[in-house]
């Protein structure tokens, strides 16, 4: 696999076709109307084991990541959650503890999740993972263990076009002024806290705040109220490239459908939202913005229809997800491998490149 790997610089020239060197057991291409985004590669030769094949590719496979977004491997075999384990090792040194939630999941094998458990009837904004925490993982890994009857597909979108194509205004107003992330737990709709942060130890609770500069405060009846600042948009930590990189817009009451958005402000106030992201300085984010931001979003979505036993591999920076409805049974996992601090790598005002 070393073959397809001599690129140019990341950055200078992405998503090149990919030369496959003779005697490969497989093919690279790419999907119907989607250009090179995701890379495709697929097994051809039956029964390929994605756990043996990916084993010692972790660096090649991450590179592949970075200058495509995202990579499809597509005709593998892959025996259950088990497997999966041992194919998210192999491409990328283990899967992560999910932590600081934010989506209802169920934990199938060692920090390997359901992607997520919110109802089939609902649509899952696009959305970088856990952009709003202060700790993000680098990839995200998705297996099709059992696709669904009709739909559920997972689009992904290019970041790299949705930056490019943010309103020069809107891009400065945000990075001169950052996103603070208000959530609030315990109050009979989303995750309670001691899902959120997997304890029911106050004291642990403020620790791990204290520790990520998340600034909290206990409230009536067990509540819980958290704060933090991240940045707008980030460098991404391989290509260097300047990425949007916040969940200003998912957060958001109003990216809600509307029935739930109407039920919500009507139990809530805006203070009391379970999560509701403003300016950095406390503003209310503009209505014009957040449907710009949402209308790229959407435009840049690409769906293609899961196989059972796929594996997506995503790089969380260059790329988001989202979900659709779907009916039937369907079970897509997801594992989250490899950290960064979001401030660590924060982008200011004038500093663009």
Known sequence: MKAPLNAPPLGAAR???????????????????????????????????????????????????????AVLLRGFAVAGASDFERCVEGMSG????????????TEVGRHVYTATDYPADQVIFPHNEHSYSPVCPQYLIFYAETPAGEGGETPIGDNRE????????????????????????????GLPWQTVFQTSDRAEVERYCASLGIDFEWKSNGRLCTRQIGPAMIRHPRSGEDIWFNHATFFHVTTLPAPLRQALLAEFGEEDLPPQPYYGDGAPMEAATLEHLRALYR???RAFAW?????LLVDNVLTVHGRNPYSGFRRILVAMAQTFQP???AVGAGELR
């Open 15 to 69: 998503r090149r076709p990919v030369a496959l060197p003779s005697g490969e057991p497989v093919s690279f291409s790419s999907l119907p109307d989607c250009g090179a985004f995701p890379l495709v590669i697929a097994a051809q030769v039956g029964g390929l084991a994605l756990s043996a094949w990916a084993a010692g590719r972790r660096a090649e496979l991450e590179e592949l990541a970075t200058r495509h977004g």
């Open 94 to 105: 283990g899967a992560l503890e999910y932590r600081f939630r934010a989506s209802p999941r």
């Open 162 to 189: 949705i930056t490019q194509r943010i309103d020069p205004a809107v891009k400065e107003r945000f990075l001169r002024r950052g996103v603070l992330y208000v959530r609030n737990y315990g109050a009979g709709f």
């Open 299 to 301: 435009q840049a979505l």
């Open 307 to 311: 196989r059972t036993n796929d594996v």
């Open 343 to 345: 401030k660590d790598l």
